[in-house]
């Protein structure tokens, strides 16, 4: 899971990439050199604390999320410098979701670009700045098709297709509306605006970053919350100090801060939300370890996303839900009282399914 961090100038991206994945980078830096950071978010999950402790493993793999902040790519204020932005954008395009963060504290030492604190406005002014890019992109790609379907080339077919298709799109930015909106009318369609990789299609994670006295609840913060369905509010400067201390001492400090759980496995959370992904696990004397689908996926794809050979020579699936094994004690009581199964290749897996594949790897 790739999730690209993007906000207004000194909105908190630095301090919530610190925060989720460890890292020191600086922040507070107005220089906004536009670039990008890249690090990885361990994905925390108190079940799979719990499944540790019963197989002791000798290896424990979270699932993991890359994170990297784009600084510079959204100006704020419309504009911004455009070469380099191109080239931030395409690294936008590849994201699997947006993590989208909103300044909503006050501070009378942290200039805003706009001068003044206003979540929704800078909330709708990071959206536009990315319907502008897909604007941009999709005309030009638009002018070039116009001109190639009149030539016989060997793809012409294929490109009136894209280009019937892309007008389409083409239509519903140009009204301000996201590409999302766009309701493909067959496989084809829906491949073209794959391939696209519009910015307006992407999930997002809105992150509304406030003032540590706006934490408790009923505050700015529950209200932020309730505006934007699937956000979260938190507070970045105060998670990424929390991030740095010794583990041992975050506990006592979040509770002070009145802070019921941190920022990253609440990114995680939102993260998997807007991508509907689901956690599942395998375990064992070897590894406990935590891998992502969405859901929906089969066996057969979970197993691929363990190694392709496992889904080529897929057999069958043993799985047991993480809830029955904790009802049962361990994994030989779950035997015994019959509760492991054998699944096929269209098995949907669950979130919390505990999986073995069995499969022929020569
Ligand atoms: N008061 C306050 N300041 C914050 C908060 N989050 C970030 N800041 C400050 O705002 C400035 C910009 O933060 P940074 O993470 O670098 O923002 P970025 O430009 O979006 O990467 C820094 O000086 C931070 O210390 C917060 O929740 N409260
Ligand atoms: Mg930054």
Redesign the pocket.
């Known amino acids: 899971m790739k999730l690209g961090i993007i906000?207004?100038?000194?909105?908190?991206?630095?301090?919530?990439?610190n925060a989720v994945t460890g890292s020191t980078q600086?922040?507070?830096?107005y220089s906004?050199t536009p670039g990008l950071q890249l690090a990885v978010m361990k994905v925390p999950d108190p079940r799979m604390e719990k499944l540790r402790g019963m197989y002791d493993p000798k290896k424990f793999t979270l699932a993991s999320a890359d994170c990297q902040?784009f600084?510079g790519l959204i100006s704020g204020t419309g504009g911004g410098g455009k070469e380099i932005k191109g080239e931030l954008l395409g690294k936008l395009r590849e994201v699997d979701a947006i993590v989208h963060?909103v300044r909503a504290?006050?501070?009378s030492?942290?200039p805003h670009v706009l001068e003044s604190v206003d979540p929704m406005r800078d909330l709708g002014e990071t959206d536009s700045e990315l319907l502008f890019a897909d604007l941009a992109q999709c005309t030009s790609r638009v002018e070039k098709l116009r001109v190639q379907v009149t030539k016989p080339t060997k793809t012409q077919d294929r490109d009136k297709k894209e280009l019937a298709t892309l007008e389409k799109v083409l239509a519903l930015l140009e009204e301000g509306k996201p590409a999302r909106g766009f309701e493909p009318a067959n496989e084809d369609e829906a491949q073209f605006v794959a391939a696209f990789q519009f910015l307006t299609v992407k999930k997002q994670a809105v992150v509304f970053?406030?003032?540590?006295s706006d934490l408790g609840a009923g505050g700015r913060a529950t209200e932020l919350e309730a505006k934007v369905p699937g956000s979260i509010a938190l507070?970045?400067?105060?998670e990424m100090e929390i991030a740095q201390l010794p583990p041992e001492e975050r506990r006592e400090f979040l509770e002070a801060m009145g802070i019921a759980e941190p920022a990253a496995p609440r990114l995680a959370r939102a993260a998997y939300a807007a991508l509907d992904a689901i956690p599942f696990f395998t375990v064992g004397p070897d590894e406990v370890r935590a891998w992502t689908i969405h859901r929906g996926d089969t066996a057969v794809a979970a197993a691929g996303r363990i190694h392709t050979d496992l889904a080529k020579g897929f057999i069958r699936a043993e799985v047991f839900a993480y809830d029955e094994l904790v009802a049962a004690g361990d994994e030989k009581a779950l035997k015994a009282a019959g509760k492991m199964r054998l699944e096929g290749k269209e098995y949907v897996v669950k979130d919390g399914d505990i999986v073995h594949i069995r499969a022929n790897t020569r």
């Open positions: 906000g207004f100038p000194a909105s908190g991206k630095t301090s919530l990439f600086p922040v507070g830096q906004n902040d600084t963060v504290f006050e501070s030492e942290v970053n406030v003032g540590e507070c970045a400067r105060v």
